[in-house]
């Protein structure tokens, strides 16, 4: 495949308002209300956002040989293989029936990365990358950010029954939307989303990162049969408040569906007006640069879920995207906002738990 010159990352490609210090404060006051009122409620800090996980898994990410130069970039500049741990979730910062169908996300954590890193994460030896089940992030900007934090904020652990009704009737919208080949951003991420397996979903970082010389955001896509056959596929989540979970665990219980395999896929910036770095609503056309695979992500059958796991992953983890190299900087004020909200939000988790987050042990040594 012949790729067009992609754009080179320089630090001015980022515009910082200069409001953006107010809107990060009040994007950290409000995460932390989330948390408080639920660890309040419940006795237990939850992450701020994307209290409820999925499954909780090791997997192996693989960088292919043969990579043109402008993919041969930071971590995957040579072929090379590293231990994984990966984490499915919902955005709230309650943990509700899944009845209430909302995004996915996946957040994954490479392991044992060397090279130099961002500011703040030097002592760190990992690669995250956060994805979501959507190209595109719910708003342009960290104001943007902010709003649709609050909108959360204000119905945090209030009326779970109303929550499940509502949902339904979103569903249905969304399904009627679609069915004119239409998608709604708006009605998925407040309870229309499709209650479909998650493992059959294609995920994407929705906001761009430095990628060595250029700029480029992250596709995960399904490759192996297993998982392809679950695109859209319904999991019935009728009287099943953890559904999705039990699907999960099902799927990587099962030996004989043979290794979940991912590809790690990198679009890269051509255009910088047509592919936005600051307003990370903008879906950057694929007609001017398609997702092309770097690397593969493998994960065996294993138990998905296990109290061990929850306590190294679930409790004793964060995943930021700010834990990363230089060469895979995030970028953009959403990136920006999530630097400061994540890192107070993970500090008053291992706070309020007596048990201060971590990063993993080596690979052998995880659960």
């Known amino acids: ?48 956002v994307h209290a409820k996980s999925h499954g909780l898994l090791r997997g192996e990410l693989r960088v292919l040989d043969g990579l043109p130069p402008s993919l041969a970039q930071g ?39 060397g090279g130099e890193r961002v500011e703040g994460s030097e002592q760190d030896h990992t690669q995250d990358f956060l994805f979501v089940d959507g190209p595109t992030f719910s708003a342009p900007d960290a104001k943007g950010f902010l709003k649709s934090l609050k909108l959360l904020a204000s119905t945090t652990d209030h009326a779970p ?38 493992l059959g979903a294609t995920f994407f970082t929705e906001v761009p990162v430095r990628y060595g010389a250029h700029v480029a955001k992250l596709q995960l896509a399904p490759v192996s049969p297993a998982l392809t056959a679950l695109a859209g596929r319904p ?87 700010w834990h990363a190299l230089a060469a895979h900087r995030p970028l953009g004020g959403v990136m920006r906002a999530r630097r400061v909200a994540y890192a107070a939000s993970a500090a008053f988790r291992g706070k309020r738990n007596g048990c201060p987050l971590h990063e993993p042990r080596p690979a052998g040594e995880l659960p």
């Open 1 to 48: 495949m012949t790729l067009q010159t992609p754009v080179l990352y320089t630090p001015d490609l980022e515009v910082v308002q200069p409001d953006e210090p107010e809107t990060q404060a009040q994007l950290v006051d409000t995460l932390l209300s989330m948390a408080k009122t639920m660890a309040d409620h419940t006795g237990h800090a939850e992450r701020g």
């Open 75 to 113: 971590l995957f500049a040579a072929p090379g293989s590293y231990a994984a741990v990966l984490r499915l979730s919902t955005p709230p910062a309650e943990k509700l029936d899944d009845r209430v169908s909302l995004p996915r996300g996946l957040a994954l954590k490479i392991l044992d990365v």
């Open 161 to 198: 029954g109303l929550k499940k009704a509502l949902s339904s009737v979103l569903q249905g919208a969304e399904k009627a939307v679609e069915a004119v080949g239409g998608k709604s951003a708006t009605l998925v991420a407040l309870g229309g989303h499709p209650e479909t397996h998650p």
């Open 235 to 321: 999991i019935d989540l009728d009287g099943k408040p953890d559904g999705t979970r039990d699907a999960v665990v099902a799927f990587f219980a099962d030996a004989g569906a043979g290794p979940a395999e991912w590809e790690l896929r990198v679009q890269l910036c051509m255009d910088v007006e047509k592919m936005p770095i600051e307003d990370a609503s903008v879906e950057w056309p694929e007609a001017l640069s398609p997702f092309v695979a770097v690397a593969r992500l493998t994960v065996g059958p294993q138990d998905a879920w296990s109290d061990a796991r929850v306590r190294e992953i679930d409790e004793g983890m964060a995943f930021n995207p």
